[in-house]
């Protein structure tokens, strides 16, 4: 009786078994669809050559199935209505997804999505505090849009010393719109041509004459009387 019994149970345990290994393998695959075909590395690449309608396809499949390394392109996609109807909601969602996860241009991208009101109302607050993530992480145009937060006061308390600081970090690095903002910033200074021109031409002179130097501190002296050219000798020198 008692191998019968024993018998018995491991017969009842078999079929339970058999029962539930269906129902887990459903649940693995979600809603059913066959695994992904195409890898991760093949989709980013499907996506970087702007092929928008099967990187799309591809990525969301791999998402479906838990792969978390699409939310940038996911959210670009979403965001740009490429390859999918335009959603804000699911830009965002895959944006902060990649962003905690440390995707720089996400962050930066959450950035313009609260300033412009995308899919939400316009948080400047918000916008600069992802500005500030992105420029912590050396993002060129995020340190410009931080600069504006800082100089204009919107979005965090005025600070016009550490926004020039940032506008000439920036300048350092030949950002076109750092340079401009810069030149309107010290357009009201009365500051001598000739003075600007003789500072700049003795940089460019002493870095081909091979004086690294003397070079850097002569266009550090045509940026301090506004030779926003100067910039561009300076970076060469360092």
Known sequence: DRFVRLSQFLSALIVGLGLLLPIQTVSARDDGRAPPEVSQAETLRLFRQQRFDEAFRHALHR???GDDG???PLGYMYQQGKGTPLNFRLAREHYSAAAERGHVESMYQLGNMNLFGDGAASNRREACRWYKRAAERRHLDATYQLALCYLNGQG???NSELGLSLLH???LRLDEKAVRSL????AREDINDSAKRAAY???ERLTLAGQPKAAQKAAEQAVEQGDY???ASLADSL
């Open 63 to 65: 998402f479906q199935w």
């Open 70 to 72: 699409l939310h940038y």
């Open 156 to 158: 965090m308390s005025k």
């Open 169 to 171: 970090r920036n300048a």
């Open 183 to 186: 030149r309107m910033h010290y």
């Open 201 to 203: 031409k003795t940089s």
């Open 229 to 231: 050219r100067g910039y």
